[in-house]
């Protein structure tokens, strides 16, 4: 059984740091691809990062560009999302999600987590 869960939100001042995880189960990262979307309140999911497979990590939000980073675990059961220098428009509520491949479109991916808030406020 396919199972996503995601952990490590809350609250952060500005320019404060978080660390999101994404522990996966009954598949192996080997052969599948985890992306990192957010969404804030009125607004459409939007893809953040991605890792392939073989440890591509396409970019897909300009926006945390040199402030967020993808990484997995050597276990290959864990994806981590590193925020740094965080700002109020970042808050979201984060998503990880399985798919073959990285995509931008979140229709590309076929299974999600649950969602993990990250509020960013003084």
């Known amino acids: 059984q396919v199972q996503l869960v995601e952990s490590g939100g809350g609250l952060v001042q500005p320019g404060g740091s978080l660390r999101l995880s994404c522990a996966a189960s009954?598949?192996?990262?080997?052969?599948?691809?985890i992306g990192w979307f957010r969404q804030a309140p009125g607004k459409e999911r939007e893809g953040v990062l991605c890792?392939?497979?073989?440890?591509?990590?396409?970019l897909y939000a300009d926006s945390v560009k040199g402030r967020f980073t993808i990484t997995r675990d050597s276990a290959k059961t864990t994806v981590y999302l590193q925020m740094n220098s965080l700002k109020p428009e970042d808050t979201a509520v984060y998503y990880c999600?399985?798919?073959?491949?990285?995509?931008?479109?979140?229709?590309?991916?076929?299974?999600w987590g649950q969602g993990t808030q990250v509020t960013v406020s003084s």
């Open positions: 999600a399985m798919g073959p491949s990285c995509r931008y479109a979140a229709s590309r991916y076929n299974y």
């Open positions: 890792i392939s497979s073989s440890g591509d990590r396409p």
């Open positions: 009954g598949f192996t990262l080997d052969y599948y691809a």
